[in-house]
């Protein structure tokens, strides 16, 4: 038909490559990855008919092999080989309503072997005075408090992480404000298999419940032939998945003055959900992370203002992180505040010693940490503890 006929003039953008990594050091991991990338325009300039100026299908392949060598069996044991490896994928779709307006979705997959620190990460002694008070309400006698000693380290029996990611979105420029432009995307990302401490999922530090957790995770603690703990073994291990959910906004708008050209803008992150699952086949239950110190925060803000004129420009970025909740259980105060910083930067291009000379402030004025409840009185995960920070740079192309 016509339409097929125009189809092929439009061209099927085709890409592929592979990579190799060789980590020399003992352990030793290779990895290899081959992927392959097709973009095929199904509307275009050439066919292109009302709503619909554009359609584009994006598939991509990807193969990835971890291969690790090291003592998988035990450190008194000779090196043995593990290979990790999987094919994931990407589907995407880009739609071009009008010249001014693009929608977008995207499916993909990811995937990560276990690093070589949390396989073979030492395993720390059994030091006799780390001890910690614990009931074991399977002890061969009854609930028996107990002091058990602590093992932490790698684990050599780990599984990959992997994650499903979805997203959906729009560009927008529209003709009537030239200079405009507006993007949103909402993100999905569902995590399983996530690698971390068993303790993360007790962090009001209830040994007791992960005591309790062995009933179905046995590899948290360690028995004598009689029943009774010996240790607790808290070394790294699969612990259970995650679910998150954001909404990206990235609105700018460009314009001309005779004073030089201004492009004022703001990036804002609304995270939406930020859900721990408890580990499948137990009963621990699914925690809500936002705004909490083990989550982000609602909303991260950065409003932004660049100028230029000549061999002049400028910037000036105001960064804001809401306010969270301190989850610690010996916190007197939970709340945290939010948080805002000031940035300015000032450059001068000399054209003739291809250099540009910057003179700028990190935390212009200096803000106050919001206060929190710990030792230190202080979040330092989400502050700069340099506080205020002025610079002079010079940078020389050559």
Known sequence: SSDLGELRQDSIDFGMGSEDLIIT??????????????SVPIFGKNNAVPFV????????????????EGPFDGIDQPDTKRSFDAFTNRLGVSWNVTESLKFRASRGETFQA?????????????DPFFVQPVLDPFAPGGETLIFAPIRLGGNPNLQPQEATNYTVGFDYTPEAVSGLSVSVTWTRINFTN??????DLFPDGDFTGLVALSEFVPDIVVRDANG?????????????????????????????????RFRPGILATRTLKYEQEGIQGTPLPTVDLLSTDRGPVKWNLNGFVDWSSGNWSANTTVQYTGGYTNTDPFAVRTDVDSYTTVDLQVNYNIDKWDTRVSVGAENVFDADFPFFDNARGVDSSRVDLRRRVVFIEATKEF
């Open 25 to 38: 050091d003992t352990p030793e991991s290779k990895n290899t990855a081959v992927f392959a990338e097709f």
């Open 53 to 68: 100026e554009g359609l584009t299908l994006v598939v991509a392949l990807r193969y990835d092999d971890y291969s690790i």
């Open 114 to 126: 276990p690093i070589l620190q949390n396989l073979f990460e030492p395993v720390s002694p059994l």
């Open 194 to 199: 996530i690698v971390g401490n068993p303790q």
């Open 228 to 260: 009774n703990i010996t240790e607790l073994a808290l070394t790294q291990q699969n612990l259970s998945g995650l679910k998150t959910e954001a909404l990206d906004f990235d609105i700018r708008y460009e314009f001309e003055t005779s004073f030089g």
